[in-house]
């Protein structure tokens, strides 16, 4: 199946700093990534949509100038937490979907989770 | 915003038994995702659904696409101890740019 990298897997930093993930699609080409929040047993949170080279689109109540994605190719995506806080503390995780793959490329399929701890 | 409704929250089995879960939405979804996630992981891809009334299996898993395209269910015959994690399920709809909407998830804990 495709492989989507993500990386870091665990990151601390100090509050004020700023931490960046990457989300590689390491077999295919990937026109759309995906980056959601989870937090302690619940469900994912979409944060954003990322198209290669075009703006991100956030969902409501998601800060565009904190959490910063860069989609520069086809098969890398990043999330930039800027200023971060101990309230952005949590499990990040990003998807990607495969070009032309599925009825309609629908199957995504995920990294590994970046679990970022700000103290 | 469409919502999914996913039950149970939570299962405590004995291992060989089978186990069914299933998600409900207030509306149409043109594809049905079933997913499961084990701690401090990514989720994982199970079984994908396109068509409504589809009946697709892969090993010991069996999800059901519903007829009214807003229903969904997934089974799990015989568990064993490496069935236990979270279950989620995603419905997508055209033109969503693809985005999924996830259900809340079913904690699964399958017990020797």
């Known amino acids: 199946g495709a492989v989507v990298s993500q990386h870091p897997s665990r990151v601390i930093c100090k509050s004020g700093t700023s931490v960046k993930i990457e989300c590689r699609s390491l077999?295919?080409?990937?026109?759309?990534m995906f980056w959601y929040r989870q937090f302690p047993k619940q469900s994912l949170m979409l944060m954003a949509t990322?198209?290669?080279?075009?703006?991100?689109?956030?969902e409501q109540g998601v800060e565009k100038d904190k959490f910063l994605i860069n989609h520069a190719s086809l098969t890398l995506s990043t999330l930039t937490v800027t200023s971060a806080h101990p309230e952005d503390s949590s499990f990040y995780i990003c998807?990607?979907?495969?070009?032309?793959?599925?009825?309609?490329?629908?199957?995504?399929?995920f990294g590994q989770g970046t679990r970022l701890t700000v103290v | 915003g469409q919502q999914l409704n996913q039950s149970p929250q939570s299962m405590f089995i004995q291992e060989g038994e089978d186990v069914s879960m299933n998600c409900t939405s207030s509306?149409?979804?043109?594809?049905w995702l079933w997913y499961k996630q084990d701690p401090g992981e990514g989720p994982v891809l199970l079984i994908a659904?396109?068509?409504?009334?589809e009946l697709t299996s892969n090993g010991r898993l069996t999800a059901q696409f519903g007829i009214t395209r807003k229903d969904s269910f997934l089974n799990i015959s015989a568990s064993i101890p490496s069935d236990v994690g979270i279950y989620f399920c995603?419905?997508?709809?055209?033109?969503?740019?693809?985005?999924?909407?996830f259900g809340s998830g079913t904690q699964l804990t399958v017990l020797p």
């Open positions: 509306s149409i979804f043109n594809t």
């Open positions: 990322s198209n290669e080279g075009s703006k991100a689109t956030y």
């Open positions: 995603a419905g997508q709809t055209h033109g969503s740019a693809r985005q999924l909407t």
């Open positions: 077999d295919f080409q990937a026109t759309t």
């Open positions: 659904l396109y068509k409504a009334g």
């Open positions: 998807s990607a979907t495969h070009r032309g793959r599925g009825s309609l490329g629908a199957e995504a399929f």
